[in-house]
């Protein structure tokens, strides 16, 4: 039975029960809880770390008010780079790869800085909608477009997430089965190319860090604009 490339993205099924419910709590359990302990291992005091200094970058730049969001901003953080790294292992879903999910993800937290800045400062807000000193004859068009722009941020949010990671799936598999293929034929083609699946699974690592860190990046951005 010859399966197509794409079936790796479809939700996996047992008995015909979908199992993106496990595949999302999976993240959770991985992640160990701080301990009332003086002393804790090595993996905890790295978690520690990582934890407090991302954080601390990633609230830099925004307002006092703005740093009530900085518990649900890590929390996305860590949930989307181990669904990410997991989706790299052998015989796993990848749950981010579903645009569903990313755009379950996108749009209540874009609305939710939307809502906070219209809430807040609706001058300043509705500000970003026209930049200052455009000639009055633009003035109409640069509100529609700056105001399509807008809505479109969601959107360019789960979709950077999904085809970022589908693209470096698509091409692990394919090379992965031209590496499989050439092995009996070529083999000095075969490993040449399974060197080049190595360093493309080392870069997709990469990826799926970088994406996690650039989903809550531009959040925070379009947070930083309403507080």
Do not use: C
């Not at 997991?86 to 996108?106: E, H, I, W």
């Amino acid at each position: 039975m010859i399966l197509s490339f794409f079936d790796q993205f479809e939700s996996p099924l047992f008995l015909g029960i979908p199992l993106m419910a496990l595949a999302l709590t999976l993240p959770w359990i991985l992640i160990p809880k701080p301990s009332n302990r003086w002393l804790t291992n090595r993996y905890m005091t790295l978690q520690s770390w990582f934890i407090k200094n991302y954080t601390q970058q990633l609230m830099l730049p925004i307002n006092n008010p703005g740093h009530k969001w900085a518990l649900i901003l890590t929390s996305l953080m860590l949930f989307l780079i181990t669904l990410n790294m997991l989706g790299l292992l052998p015989y796993t879903f990848t749950p981010t790869t579903q645009l569903s999910l990313n755009m379950g993800l996108a749009v209540p937290l874009w609305l939710a800085t939307v809502i906070i800045g219209m809430r807040n400062q609706p001058t300043a807000s509705l500000g970003h909608l026209l930049p200052e000193g455009t000639p009055p004859l633009l003035i109409p068009v640069l509100i529609i477009i700056e105001t399509i722009s807008l809505f479109i941020r969601p959107l360019a949010l789960g979709v950077r997430l999904t085809a970022n990671l589908t693209a470096g799936h698509l091409l692990i598999q394919l090379i992965a089965t031209a590496a499989f293929v050439l092995l009996s034929i070529m083999p000095t083609v075969a490993i040449l190319t399974a060197t080049v699946l190595f360093l493309l699974t080392l870069l997709e690592v990469a990826v799926a860090m970088i994406q996690a860190y650039v989903f809550v990046l531009l959040l925070s951005l379009y947070l930083q604009e309403n507080v």
